[in-house]
T-cell receptor
Framework: DGGITQSPKYLFRKEGQNVTLSCEQNLNHDAMYWYRQDPGQGLRLIYYSQIVNDFQKGDIAEGYSVSREKKESFPLTVTSAQKNPTAFYLC?????????FGQGTRLTVV | AQSVTQLDSQVPVFEEAPVELRCNYSSSVSVYLFWYVQYPNQGLQLLLKYLSGSTLVKGINGFEAEFNKSQTSFHLRKPSVHISDTAEYFCAVSLGGVNFNKFYFGSGTKLNVKP
């Protein structure tokens, strides 16, 4: 089945450690996105990529980094510079008009 | 700049009653409009979308929405809700570029259906 796979579903990390969230899609979509979700704030765009080897900062990119070396993959690294990393992270892809979402990764920093 | 406002953060309703979830947007250009549903600890699932044509859009699970250009609204409705409709609902807009879309989301409305 075509879709977007995020892993892991739950992730725990110690404060000060970098952590990488995986996002893979087999929909053959050019565009991919990372969103952060906090209670009562909806989805906020962290980074997006329109094509392989290209990506752009979204509204809250500070403390995050991404890469897009393959069309299918768009990993997100949460660095130690991110002041409040505990959140639910959603990856999405789109082709033309609709965005398709993964099941999310809940990151908890202790 | 584009923005999406969902006026109600929570909507309680009894089972089999009708419900309307409100969404207003601001944009200086034409947009595409979407409603997504999210169940706890899951991703977002598309309920319905408006791209062009008829302003009344029907989606999955008996939901529908009406695009009102003059009021810049895209309210979601269901004539009779079920317990299983309890979830969070997000309104979204995109600019509808030829090859790329940037999506903007509202803050969400939690629908709580009571027996």
């Amino acid at each position: 089945d075509g879709g977007i796979t995020q892993s892991p579903k739950y992730l725990f990390r110690k404060e000060g450690q970098n952590v990488t969230l995986s996002c893979e899609q087999n929909l053959n979509h050019d565009a991919m996105y990372w969103y952060r979700q906090d209670p009562g704030q909806g989805l906020r765009l962290i980074y997006y990529s329109q094509i392989v080897n290209d990506f752009q900062k979204g509204d809250i990119a500070e403390g995050y980094s991404v890469s897009r070396e393959k069309k299918e993959s768009f990993p997100l690294t949460v660095t130690s510079a991110q002041k409040n990393p505990t959140a639910f992270y959603l990856c999405a892809s789109s082709q033309n008009t609709e965005a398709f979402f993964g099941q999310g990764t809940r990151l908890t920093v202790v | 700049a584009q923005s999406v406002t969902q006026l109600d953060s929570q909507v309680p309703v009894f089972e089999e009653a009708p419900v309307e979830l409100r969404c207003n947007y601001s944009s200086s250009v034409s947009v595409y409009l979407f409603w997504y549903v999210q169940y706890p600890n899951q991703g977002l699932q598309l309920l319905l979308k408006y791209l062009s044509g008829s302003t009344l859009v029907k989606g999955i699970n008996g939901f529908e929405a009406e695009f009102n250009k003059s009021q810049t609204s895209f309210h979601l409705r269901k004539p009779s809700v079920h317990i299983s409709d309890t979830a969070e609902y997000f309104c979204a807009v995109s600019l509808g570029g030829v090859n790329f879309n940037k999506f903007y989301f509202g803050s969400g409305t939690k629908l709580n259906v009571k027996p």
